[in-house]
T-cell receptor
Framework: QKEVEQNSGPLSVPEGAIASLNCTYS??????FFWYRQYSGKSPELIMF????GDKEDGRFTAQLNKASQYVSLLIRDSQPSDSATYLC????????????FGAGTRLFVKA | DTEVTQTPKHLVMGMTNKKSLKCEQH?????MYWYKQKAKKPPELMFV???????INESVPSRFSPECPNSSLLNLHLHALQPEDSALYLC????????????FGPGTRLTVT
């Protein structure tokens, strides 16, 4: 059974701090990794994707990938109350790229 | 433009009804997906169409019947559903490429009575 594991949280950080969200996956052949943000009652919104080992930065967001450790993380700098949401880690299995497995999500609260 | 649209936004149906969910994208994506999401759970993949052909069926009960009339449209036909099928149904699309990053529509909130 292919799995994606996340700490369910909630993770609480003060406004302006760095929020660090972590994810591990079991399928060693996975090639593509995604972070989605989902507000309550809304659909998932793609915020970051990463394919290669290392860091990828986009604004206040940095995704980090370590395929050897089967670990992917998301850093949110200068966290804002509007960042409060559930963050879903998603992994495309090595099956042609269409089959995506989602982690259970980490709930993030940013306190003003 | 990364917009995927879904209709209706909300649907209430009885167990003997037949209804359809619709999804549309105009991003030139050639893969389209249906997911089911229960409250406080992650999305679960149901079906994937690639170039208008069914590529993945995750052993979904036959009361759910997908259809891809063209590269922009995706339907999900519903018949004889059960109350436990009540959920948020999400459509997504992606461009066949390196990562298949998927963009989701707003979803249809389905209640089966």
């Amino acid at each position: 059974q292919k799995e994606v594991e996340q700490n369910s949280g909630p993770l609480s950080v003060p406004e302006g701090a760095i929020a660090s969200l972590n994810c591990t996956y079991s399928d060693r052949g996975s090639q593509s990794f995604f972070w989605y943000r989902q507000y309550s009652g809304k659909s998932p919104e793609l915020i970051m994707f990463i394919y290669s080992n290392g860091d990828k930065e986009d604004g206040r967001f940095t995704a980090q990938l370590n395929k050897a450790s089967q670990y992917v993380s998301l850093l949110i700098r200068d966290s804002q109350p509007s960042d409060s949401a559930t963050y879903l880690c998603a992994v495309n299995l090595d099956t042609g790229g269409f089959k995506t497995i989602f982690g259970a999500g980490t709930r993030l609260f940013v306190k003003a | 433009d990364t917009e995927v649209t879904q209709t209706p936004k909300h649907l209430v149906m009885g167990m003997t009804n037949k209804k359809s969910l619709k999804c549309e994208q105009h991003m030139g994506h050639r893969a389209m997906y249906w997911y089911k999401q229960k409250a406080k759970k992650p999305p679960e993949l149901m079906f994937v169409y690639s170039y208008e052909k069914l590529s993945i069926n995750e052993s979904v009960p036959s009361r759910f019947s997908p259809e891809c009339p063209n590269s922009s449209l995706l339907n999900l036909h519903l018949h004889a559903l059960q109350p436990e099928d009540s959920a948020l149904y999400l459509c997504a699309s992606s461009h066949p490429g390196q990562g298949h990053e998927q963009y989701f529509g707003p979803g249809t909130r389905l209640t089966v009575t």
